[in-house]
């Protein structure tokens, strides 16, 4: 069995605590009392392999700490958008088989997406933007995100989400990817958000030549932060591909300038939440 996976099955959880570990880009592993949740799991080469040679070629920083077909323990896995990096065409499929038990929270407008990847449509539950599923141990809010457009389909809504997880007494944000747009920090805050997960890697003319679509810097992901008034926030979607990225340190100097709470993870890292100095 791959060893994260190992250490994430034989984990013992705190009680009132919940496990997060940050898997690279926007990925993250998340488990509680009732299940281990998937985040935006990118966990193969497809965007490598599909622009090799290509101006906007998708080199690997760091390797992938599973393959998706060791994924045998997923309960839920959320996506925030149907961007390669985020519903994984090569492990989305291979996650679903590995894990027959797993269901799948997606933007209504990735719907056919997750269908043509041969999941059952049973196993696929959708949200429109500014909207909740609720199960039995968790409410799930899609807030809409703005990926440098601000895209809505009249019939599907927003294409690009934030998900905001209620679950237990925690409130967990995970911010998809964004770039601010007026009235946005003031959704979130109205969900008393304790842990955020946000972008940092921004956006410039080069990247947008390339068509790569934007998100938070470290300034913006800081001050959002801060304007949601979250305990604590940890940055995500750096240290992935070469030509999309960002320095951590950056946002590290900023937000400890700024009085923001906030923590670094290791790629593989777990975080145990709430922290015992909170």
Known sequence: MNALIQTINDFKLPDGKFALWWIGQNGF??????????????????????????ANEHVRIKPTLMKPEEVTHADWVFCTHDHADHIDPDGIPLIAKASPQAQFVVPECARETMLNYGIDENRIHCLCGDDCLSFLDF??????????AFDEDPEKGFPYQSFILHFDDHVLLHAGDTIPYPGQAQKVFEHKVQLALLPINGRDDFRKSLEFEGNFTCEEAVGFGLAIQADLCIPMHYDTFTLNTADVRDFERIATHRGLQHHIMEHGGMLLYPREES
């Not at 409410?139 to 440098?148: G, L, N, Q, S």
């Open 139 to 148: 409410d799930i809010h899609a807030i809409p995100a703005a990926h440098e």
């Open 29 to 54: 592993i998340l488990k509680t009392a009732w299940g281990i949740c998937y985040f935006d799991p990118y966990l193969s080469d497809y965007a490598e392999r599909i622009t090799k040679g290509q």
